[in-house]
């Protein structure tokens, strides 16, 4: 499921480490796809003792390290462990169809790279449950159930393109689940990046280069995908940006066609986004029915000389944060700030040196403990669970964002 506001979520691609030659020979490792059956994961230790899945906190599996190539040379392998309630690995699930009919096994998010792992037993308990459709109430756990595992073994390039894979065999295991509540999936992000977005240098340092659009108040997004409007309202010089979906890759992205107002999804020879004039602008994509606009925001925005955060944690004074949008020419209406925020304690933020324009309001919670919400001018006090947070906000829309760090 993906999560939102996430920015350094980066795995680090399995590679091939092999040993330089002065000349090509026989001798070169060559990349193979290992035999089935030759790839074997340990019978576990717990014998036939029945594993409480809430009472416990991991899994022990190991497994043997597969050959993929020839001669064996060392590889970087990936580890992805598959689970099933039926014993059956010809269907997995997957979360973001809309119909999962005839899905036997689920692959659980987290890869490895060692033979020896310890699998999080919530992880465990959620594949079952999305795997049997159990809801509260319809699903007896008193006798346990048994549980199939296997191993996928893969390497992949730098692009995460896999380049051999292998399963391994099945082993049991005699489980005790349990049931949770499924929360929906939070809304689908995409980022908005180039010559008019932050320094303007098109990195995906996240907001300084990429900057996050924001979700639009009431709107309810599919609790599968996340998908539904995501929207930004800023200035634009018209030195031309893209959209795209996650920070370290151009798979998914949006750019300009034959015009402005012409725009192309995940076309690698698209040009970039440029507005006709310089002005303001809401930028608004529907990523449920593919949808990009780009259009004149009317009205002039109040240009701020500085924002701030003010709370109990420094006695309701100004913590100034810094503009967003810093490129030649830019006129800056987003801003970022680094704040530790303690239990109970109330924040604001507001213009640097007066309470003449200030926000507060309610806030809503994602899966990664984030908080996102829609600030109103006196709004009442916000309030996060403690911890240290990356505060984004928007001056036009009052839109701010808490990413917990």
């Known amino acids: 499921m993906k999560k939102i506001f996430s920015y350094a979520m980066m795995l680090v691609a399995g590679s091939l480490a092999f040993i330089s030659c002065d000349k090509d020979d026989e001798s070169n490792p060559i990349l193979v796809k290992p035999a089935e059956g030759s790839f074997t994961v340990n019978t576990p230790v717990y014998g036939n003792a029945q594993i409480d899945l809430m009472r416990s906190n991991t899994v022990a599996m190991s497994w043997s390290q597969p050959q993929f190539t020839d001669p064996n040379a060392p590889v970087v392998a990936n580890y992805q462990v598959q689970v099933s309630s039926t014993g059956n690995f010809t269907k ?4 973001m169809a809309e119909d999962n009919t005839g899905a036997d096994y689920f692959a659980l998010e987290e890869t490895y790279t060692a033979c020896e792992v310890n699998v999080p037993t919530s992880a465990i308990d959620r594949a079952l449950e999305l795997l049997n459709g159990w809801e509260n109430g319809n699903a007896v756990f008193n006798d346990g159930t048994t549980l ?6 893969f390497v992949q390039n730098a692009s995460f393109t896999k380049l051999a894979s292998v399963p391994s065999n099945v ?3 005699n489980v005790l689940p349990y049931y949770i509540e499924l929360k929906a999936a939070d809304p689908d992000i995409w ?5 008019d977005i932050g320094d303007g240098k098109w990195t995906s340092d996240m907001p300084t280069s990429s900057y996050p659009m924001h979700t639009v108040a009431d709107w309810e997004y599919d609790t599968k995908t996340g998908a539904g409007v995501i929207t930004w ?3 634009l010089a018209g030195n031309g940006f893209k959209l795209k979906h996650t920070l370290d890759s151009w798979d998914e992205q949006w750019g300009q066609g034959d015009s ?7 076309d690698g020879g698209s040009g970039n ?11 608004t994509l529907n990523t449920e029915k593919d949808e990009l606009t780009v259009e004149k925001y009317e009205g002039t925005p109040a240009v701020f000389a500085g924002m701030s955060i003010s709370g109990h944690f420094n006695d309701w004074g100004d913590t100034e944060m810094k503009p967003v949008h810093t490129y030649d020419g830019a006129i800056n209406h987003d801003w970022v700030a680094n704040v530790t925020i303690g239990a109970d304690q109330a924040i604001k933020i507001k213009e640097t040196g007066s ?4 926000s507060g309001g309610d806030v809503l919670e994602t899966a990664d403990g984030s908080y996102y919400g829609y600030g109103t001018n006196g709004g009442a006090d916000i309030f996060l669970t403690p911890g240290n947070y990356l505060v984004i906000y928007n001056d036009i829309t009052r839109f701010y964002r808490f990413v917990l760090q």
């Not at 199939?148 to 073994?153: H, M």
């Not at 980022?191 to 010559?195: E, N, Q, V």
């Not at 402005?260 to 995940?266: C, L």
């Open 233 to 235: 309202t800023g200035y």
């Open 171 to 173: 082993v049991t295991f």
């Open 148 to 153: 199939y595992a296997r191993v996928l073994a």
């Open 191 to 195: 980022y908005l990046i180039g010559g």
């Open 92 to 95: 997995p699930f997957d979360e």
């Open 355 to 358: 309470w003449d324009y200030n």
């Open 273 to 283: 986004i440029t507005v006709p004039e310089p002005g303001y602008y809401t930028v």
């Open 260 to 266: 402005f107002g012409s725009f192309v999804k995940n």
